[in-house]
Structures are given as C-alpha cells and as structure tokens.
C-alpha cells in the first residue's frame, strides 16, 4: 500500500505538476485554453437546470429537513465527466518532451605570425612603439581564433620558432607576450629565412587552409634565403601569404639616449617588396599607419580567414498525451458506471 512521505503536502504534488507540464513542449497548445471552458460549461449547465427544470408539488409532514453529508456524493459522477473532458483535452494537447543533441565539426586553418623583432620596432610613432603595437593586435587575432592551430615566428638577423603549431591558445597568448626587442642578439631583417621557418611548420600541415601573417617594418637586410624564392616556395606548398607592412613614413622619434638627449630617425616602409612577396602567394598586402589601422587589417584578414564551423542537429521528441489518453478512458467507464448506481439522482435527471 502506498505511503505519502513524511514532507509530502499537496502544494508540493502540485509544484511537481506544474513543473512537470513547463517542461513539455505542446504540439497544439490551443486545446490547454479551452480547460478554462470545462467549469464553465458545469455553472452554464447548472444555471439552465435550475431556471428550466419542472416542479413538482409533493406533500410532506410538517418537520424540518435535516442534511446529510451523502447528499453530496450526487455530484461525483459531474466531477468524474469533467475531469475526463479535461484529460482529452490535455491529450489533444500533445504534450511532448524533446531531446536535442548538437554536434559540432569544424575544418581548422593553420596560421603562422611572422613577427619582426629588429631594432627599428622600436620607433614610437606606434604607442608605445611598433613591436608593443603588432603584439596587442596579435593578441586579439589569437582570442578570435577557434579549432585553429597557430603558431609563431620571431626574426631579427636571423629567424626561429617560438611555438609551433597548437590549439593551446594559453601557450601561443604567452609566448606572444614574451617577446621583446634584442631577443635575438643579430640584428637586421631576415625576411627570407623567416618565411622559411614558417613554410617548414606548414608544409606538411593537412588543415583546409594553411596560412603565413608577415608583419615587418623594413626590407630584407640580412638572411641567405631571398625573399621572393621563400614567396615562390610558400605558394608551391599551397600556402597563403598576408604581408602587414607598418611604420609611418617620415621622421620619427627614438627613444631618449642613455645623456637623455632627443633622437629622432628618417624612416620609410619598403612597401614593393611586402607587395610583392604577398602576390606571388597568393595573399595580400596591408598597410599600417598607425594602431587602429594595425587592428582593421587583423580584422579584415579574420574574415577573409573564417573557420568553417558545421552544425548537426538530432532531435528525439516523444509523446506523452497516450498517458492523459488513458486515464480519460479510465474515467469515462467510470462515468459510466456511476450512472448506474445510487450515485445518480433519478428525480434529478
């Protein structure tokens, strides 16, 4: 014999409902409005019993009439037929329950930033100066990124891997801030070998898309690999080459020497070269003049470098009204069956 449990109370049976019927999904909520209908169609019925029903005068001896509690259970089998009516109409309801599994797939690119550490990123017409300025925007480049591996390039005289390729953002973001100028010791622009450290980290890469970020201020001063040879290597290993040239052209000012006097430097972008090497792979070629032109250009390559993200969808919906359906059966033979007993008032009907 079932037993309530000791918390148990009717507020509680009924929150569990309620919450039982926010967790459905209705196929026809339209069917839930016409409830309100059900108790009205009762007082409706009631009204038009008590206005039209026919009198008949019987002769009584003379006392008072006293009331019994089993006069009520005439309403029973009216209680039982409404909340059947209710039932069928939760049922055409259609409660359902649906389940709903999301799979994600994505075809990744792989990026390697080539990133100029030579002395003249030092200038300051970039604030604080150039290299503090390219490495902001590499930072929110990398925080934009998703399933892509990437890695980063730092060259001077002479080039080396920082990170090879990773989906560890934690790491790359790291390694990006810890560059400085004078990391490595040979001074110059070496961007030939550089880009052949980057083409080494890509061309055994199997992503849909495999490219190269160069960011550099000057031409090719150092290195024993040219330029447009490591370009023409770049593209026959299907990689894709964006060049960012930054700097201002103009006289620029140095940071104070060690007597506190003011430098200030003649400066210019070798920017047919950065052209160049963009077009023979395939990429292209930006300019950047100052730091919000440095982040459009990080947001335009973003885009043109989208990682293509598929969404599967499955859904499993199943219907409950079968359960409502049943105890609807259940009470219209019950109904029916109290219809025919003591319950009903025959004068009544």
């Given amino acids: ?39 009205l169609l009762f007082l409706l019925r009631w009204l038009l019993h008590v206005r039209f029903r026919k009198k008949l005068d019987v002769a009584l001896f003379e006392g008072n009439a006293t009331w019994h509690w089993t006069s009520i259970l005439r309403y029973v089998p009216d209680v039982v037929f409404g909340l059947f009516l209710m039932l069928v109409l939760v049922a055409l309801a259609r409660p359902q329950k649906t389940d709903e599994t999301v799979e994600l797939s994505s075809e990744g690119i792989d990026i390697v930033l080539v990133m100029d550490v030579s002395g003249s990123m030092e200038l300051t017409d970039f604030q604080p100066n150039r290299l503090e300025a390219a490495k902001e925007v590499a930072l929110q480049f ?10 980063v390039v730092v060259f001077a005289g002479h080039a080396y891997s920082l990170t090879p390729l990773t989906t560890d953002y934690e790491l790359v973001r790291e390694s990006i801030r810890s560059i400085h100028l004078n990391m490595i010791s040979e001074d110059g622009t070496a961007i030939g070998s550089a880009l052949a450290v980057a083409i080494n980290r890509l061309r055994e ?4 898309s495999k490219v190269c970020i160069l960011i550099s201020d000057g031409e090719n001063t150092a290195g024993s690999l040219d330029p447009e040879l490591a370009a023409q290597l770049a593209h026959a290993f299907q990689l894709k080459l964006y060049t960012v040239g930054i700097g201002k052209e103009g006289t620029v000012q140095m940071p104070d020497d060690s007597t506190g006097r003011q430098v200030t430097v003649q400066t210019g972008l070798e920017e047919k070269t950065l052209r160049q090497l963009a077009s023979l792979a395939e990429g292209q070629f930006f300019r950047a003049e100052g730091a919000n032109a440095l982040s459009q250009i990080f947001r335009r390559i973003n885009t043109l470098e989208k990682t293509e993200i598929k969404e599967t969808r499955y859904r499993d919906t199943r219907d409950y009204y079968q359960i409502y359906l049943r105890w609807a059966i259940v009470l219209l033979l019950l109904w029916l069956l109290l219809k025919n007993t003591f319950f009903t008032n025959a004068l009544e009907d």
């Fill in 1 to 39: 014999m079932w037993q309530a449990p000791a918390d148990f109370s009717w507020l509680n049976f009924s929150w569990f409902y309620w919450r039982t019927w926010q967790s459905f999904d209705w196929a026809n909520p339209g069917f839930l409005y016409a409830l309100l209908a059900v108790p």
């Fill in 205 to 208: 890469s199997k992503a849909k």
């Fill in 142 to 151: 990398v925080n934009g990124r998703v399933q892509d591996r990437i890695g």
